[in-house]
């Protein structure tokens, strides 16, 4: 950043007349000032601002009394003495400028200080109004800083001070995030620090949870301990083909204290990526963080990233919910079932989402709503029957859409497809693909199909070698949650390399796509969430993409 705190001394044009000539008076006045006897100087060079009388000199008085009255702290003095000679022609018009913008800042008229220094043309002069900027704003408050940046975006001491305000606060607004990285561009936020060939990850995760009465531990079988269990063997992983990473995890204890207390641990300040923490209030905070120090924010689980959208600097591993959106309906305009279309979703936060999303957005493609409503394990199968989907009935649906994770509306929903005879299409979420009782295989017609959401590859040398990998490790096989920690850090490996100065967004725009490790692959082009988004259909047991 600009070098942007010291000021310039202000006594710096009282050599520019000769003193031959000039009135006693008006010399002693000049010689008060330079004794800093300031009242002194201020009554002297007062008489002696009268443009009719003096001329030139007038200017020159008006000047010097500012400076006097400035030094003595008289800042409504000095403005008045300058504010007749502001907009004068004279060979020290931006130097007066300047004097005038300093008096402004001393009396709390920031706004009013601005505005002069705008006006100055002098390289030397503005680039000390910028020195001078700084010193008084990089006190302000932020949103008076993010409320004016469009207006003085080009005064640097401006945005210097506007950065350095934002770098003190541990959570920003969306207004403020949005002034950060419109800033960025001019004035560099971060330090210039010389990169190891180390990928630094820090995983931060509430593997306990405090509280004012006890602090409870987790279960091993908590998702949460089996996504590190899944972290721990990717890192294994790329530290056995020859890659150098360093793994630092971090307990956040669902407590917002606590975390912002480990967002200053050199640690953290330092890392090359962040994954987790995974809860609302956790991942705001992080969020900020994250962005303020330009340090890749990874929320490893969750597809809510609307919050994210002003960010530059967190991502979501899986699919948005308008990638989702995107992905099931850019499949179903390639299969052409017809234009027929019935909704149902769960009371999850990114069903409800998506469901209403998808009522929007199948509408401007072309499609027809027939019904949409929201599903529980009592009323699931109830819905499909309502629809026509029920043994010698015809449907009153080309497909349907069901956007639920819960098994139990997947065990109501697979019953009753077991007992009737349809073939009308079924689309679901991939992690129906993992529920026990569901046997695809035994059903009349091949009619489910599984909406991506970072979908496994379950049958190949890789998944099979992680599984045998997990199992000496952990004593049991991996779940879900375990095989996406071993991605993120797969998909980590595979892009915040030296070779682009460990910027992560710069290699994930190189190419659309990229293949997974454990799963299908990624899209991150342009893109803080995955927007590869295929949906399945299962021939002989194997996953294949509809497109």
Do not use: C
């Not at 300093?102 to 601005?114: D, P, R, S």
């Not at 936020?189 to 995760?205: A, Q």
């Not at 994954?275 to 890749?296: H, R």
């Not at 096989?477 to 030296?498: A, H, R």
Request: proline share 4%; net charge neutral; no cysteine.
């Amino acid at each position: 950043m600009r070098n942007l705190f010291l000021l310039v001394p202000l006594f710096f044009t009282l050599h520019v007349l000769n003193a031959q000539g000039l009135p006693p008076e008006y010399q002693k006045a000049k010689s008060a000032l330079l004794a800093k006897e300031y009242w002194d100087a201020m009554n002297g060079f007062k008489s002696f601002t009268n443009p009719d009388k003096y001329g030139n000199l007038a200017n020159y008085a008006a000047f010097h009394l500012a400076e006097a009255a400035l030094g003595a702290n008289q800042p409504t003095q000095a403005i008045s003495a300058l504010q007749p000679i502001y907009g004068k022609n004279w060979n020290k018009s931006d130097e007066a400028k300047y004097l005038l913008a300093a008096a402004y800042f001393q009396n709390n008229q920031n706004t009013e200080a601005l505005k002069v220094i705008k006006s100055i043309k002098k390289d030397q002069i503005l680039e000390q109004s910028y020195n001078l900027t700084f010193a008084y704003l990089s006190k302000a408050t932020s949103s008076y800083l993010v409320a004016n940046l469009d207006e003085f975006k080009s005064n640097e001491g401006y945005t210097s001070s506007l950065a350095t305000v934002l770098q003190k606060q541990t959570v920003m607004s969306a207004s403020e995030i949005q002034a950060l990285n419109q800033i960025k561009s001019s004035v560099p936020i971060r330090k210039n620090v010389v990169k190891n060939d180390v990928l630094d990850i820090v995983v931060i995760l509430p593997f306990t949870s405090g509280n004012a009465s006890a602090v409870t531990n987790l279960g091993f079988t908590d998702f949460m301990f089996e996504l590190y269990q899944g972290i721990e063997l990717g890192v294994e992983q790329l530290k056995s083909e020859g890659q150098k990473v360093n793994l630092v995890t971090f307990d956040s204890k669902r407590d917002l204290n606590h975390l912002a207390n480990l967002l200053k641990d050199p640690v953290v300040t330092n890392a090359d990526a962040i994954i987790g923490p995974i809860y609302l209030e956790e991942t705001d905070l992080v969020s900020a963080f994250a962005e303020k120090e330009q340090i890749p924010f990874i929320h490893p689980l969750s597809n809510l990233g609307e919050r994210f959208e002003q960010y530059k600097y967190s991502y979501l591993f899986r699919p948005s919910v308008a990638s989702l959106s995107s992905g099931i309906i850019s499949n179903l305009k390639s299969q052409r079932w017809g234009n027929r279309v019935a909704v149902g979703y769960s009371g999850s936060s990114r069903d409800e989402k998506l469901g209403l999303l998808l009522q929007t957005e199948l509408e401007k493609a072309g499609f027809k709503i027939v019904k949409i409503q929201k599903l529980d394990s009592r009323n699931a199968s109830t819905f499909l029957q309502g629809l026509g989907v029920s043994r010698g009935n015809n449907p009153s649906i080309d497909q349907v859409i069901l956007l639920s994770d819960d098994p139990a509306i997947a065990q109501s929903v697979f019953s009753l497809m077991e007992s009737i005879t349809t073939s009308v299409p079924i689309l679901v979420m991939d992690s129906w693909l993992g529920f026990n009782f569901a046997n695809y295989e035994m059903l009349e017609f091949p009619n489910f199909h599984f909406i991506a959401n970072n979908t496994p590859k379950f049958d190949t040398s890789e998944m099979n070698q992680f599984r045998k990998k997990y199992y000496e490790q952990y004593y049991a096989y991996p779940g879900m949650n375990s095989i996406l920690g071993s991605e993120i850090v797969y998909w980590l490996g595979s892009n915040v390399k030296t070779t682009f100065n460990f910027d992560l967004q710069r290699s994930l725009d190189q190419k659309p796509f990229q293949e997974g490790k454990l799963t299908w692959g990624f899209n991150f082009q342009n893109s803080n969430n995955n927007r590869y988004t295929p949906v399945f259909k299962l021939e002989a047991g194997e996953l294949i993409p509809l497109q």
